[in-house]
């Protein structure tokens, strides 16, 4: 016993050393300039944590661990390399929703082996299974719409009483696991299944407008999880990790929010759905612009904003929109991004791809900082965004995103919108800039339109 005093404290050192290297890496995550190194670090001292575990005295089942990582690494190795950039918000879901899922197992283990009995070990294990639960199947519902597999957004007729009833069965099945000194196994699986069913309805009603606040509520619920269950288990690296996501994802989360000017509780329980309605009606008509009208009005402009949304990420325009950019620099255009922070399908989504497509870090500014700008903007340049210009949340009491901070797109001299065709956007709701009259909108696939915009302001350079 006295040989396991020495290795338990190298052990909980490392834990340590790891929790400062986690909470630093998640602090370089603030900058788009440090935030690679941050990931990198926090990569780095997930591997130390793992490695160092296995020198837990008493540990066993050394093989399994090593399948188990082997098969893990090699699994998120390959599908990391392979996943397009348009597809990394359903990959950030379907990932997040695995740790929520493996600190709920942590729990079931628990429970079967009867390594938790009462008090606030068991409660935290309960409370942790339901929350890793939800996060669980809420994020496979979340990355079944984001990956078209689920094309639309159910809403049960009863939907906010169908959640509360659903909660109350899993808590109340909970607190028997919690008082009972050996819970039924009926008991456990009636808890889980009841757990896994509330994450599936709570996010089936939700529509494509607010599935970044959802994305990063279910990641700030897996590290709640995790943190929880790392308790149960004794082990100070997993609460470290699980509290500092819990706590960066809630915060995330209220600032996503406050971005849409709704609360937390309205998104879930109040959602913009794919059939959302409401709003004053759009007087006016959409007028279209050619290609080469288009890049005539910003070859010869002396600012130019662009407003980057999914539609850009959809046909994966990010390397011809900065292919542009750079050819209206060497015109004398300036050039800059605007990005809202609810734009896309993910927190940070605008931001990935134009990383990836190598837009420097400095032409590209969010809301509070560009906003400002527009009215001295010869164009304001809309690829695929809706909402997030939508002059309506201004204006407009009864749309259902009144109130939501807006990029001001519409106060520029000329508006030219990138748009796929005259629907109304995954959320549904119908935006009146497209009816302005400082606005046209140029129809067709980001990609096929950005490009032939390309051209002709290549003809007009020469």
């Known amino acids: 016993m006295s040989a396991q005093f020495p290795v338990l404290g190298f052990i909980q050192a490392a834990y340590f050393a790891v929790a400062v290297v986690f909470i630093l890496g998640l602090k370089a995550m603030s900058s788009p300039v440090t935030a690679r190194r941050g990931v990198v670090w926090a990569g780095y001292a997930m591997i130390a944590a793992t490695l160092v575990t296995f020198a837990w005295p008493g540990m066993q089942n050394f093989g399994l661990m090593a399948l188990a990582i082997a098969l893990g690494t090699v699994v998120a190795w390959v599908s990391g390399k392979k996943v397009a950039m348009t597809d990394m918000p359903q990959m950030v879901a379907i990932y997040n929703g695995m740790g929520g899922g493996a600190a709920a197992a942590i729990a079931a283990l628990e429970f079967a ?23 669980f199947s809420g994020s496979c519902v979340a990355f079944a719409k984001l990956q078209g597999i689920m094309k639309k957004a159910w809403r049960l007729p009863a939907q906010n009483a169908a959640n509360v009833l659903l909660a109350l069965a899993a808590v109340a099945l909970g607190y028997l696991i919690v008082a009972a000194d050996s819970p039924a196994p009926e008991h456990v699986l009636g808890f889980f299944a009841l757990a896994l069913a509330l994450g599936v309805v709570l996010t089936v009603p939700i529509g494509g407008a607010d599935m970044p606040v959802v994305i990063s509520l279910l990641n700030a619920f897996t590290g709640l999880a995790v943190g929880m269950e790392g308790y149960v288990l004794g082990n100070p690296a997993l609460i470290v990790a699980g509290i500092v996501v ?5 915060l995330l989360t209220q600032l996503m929010a406050k971005a849409m000017n709704r609360p937390i509780s309205n998104v879930i329980f109040t959602p913009i759905s794919g059939a959302a309605s409401g709003g004053e009606a759009v007087e006016g008509e959409q007028k279209e612009v050619g290609a080469m009208d288009a890049a005539a009005v910003m070859r010869y402009a002396s600012k130019v904003i662009i407003v980057p949304g999914y539609g850009m990420a959809v046909a994966g325009a990010q390397h011809k929109v900065w292919e542009m950019t750079e050819l209206l620099e060497e015109a004398g255009v300036e050039v800059s991004f605007a990005i809202h922070p609810v734009a896309g399908r993910m927190p940070g989504h605008m931001n990935v791809l134009l990383a990836e497509a190598g837009v420097p870090y400095d032409k590209i500014f969010d809301l509070e900082e560009i906003n400002g700008d527009f009215p001295q903007a010869d164009v304001a340049l809309v690829i695929g965004a809706n909402d997030v210009v939508n002059p309506s949340a201004r204006t407009d009491k009864s749309s259902p995103i009144f109130g939501m901070p807006i990029l001001n797109a519409d106060l520029a001299q000329n508006v030219i919108v990138v748009k796929r065709g005259k629907g109304t956007g995954y959320s549904g709701i119908e935006n009146a800039l497209f009816y302005k009259d400082n606005t046209r909108l140029l129809y067709g696939s980001a990609q096929q339109a950005i490009g032939e915009v390309i051209q002709h302001v290549k003809a007009l350079s020469v």
């Open 246 to 250: 819990g706590a960066s994802g809630t």
């Open 113 to 135: 082996r009867g390594e938790v009995h009462g008090g606030v070990a068991t409660t935290l294990a309960v409370c942790g299974a339901l929350i890793g639960s939800v996060a």
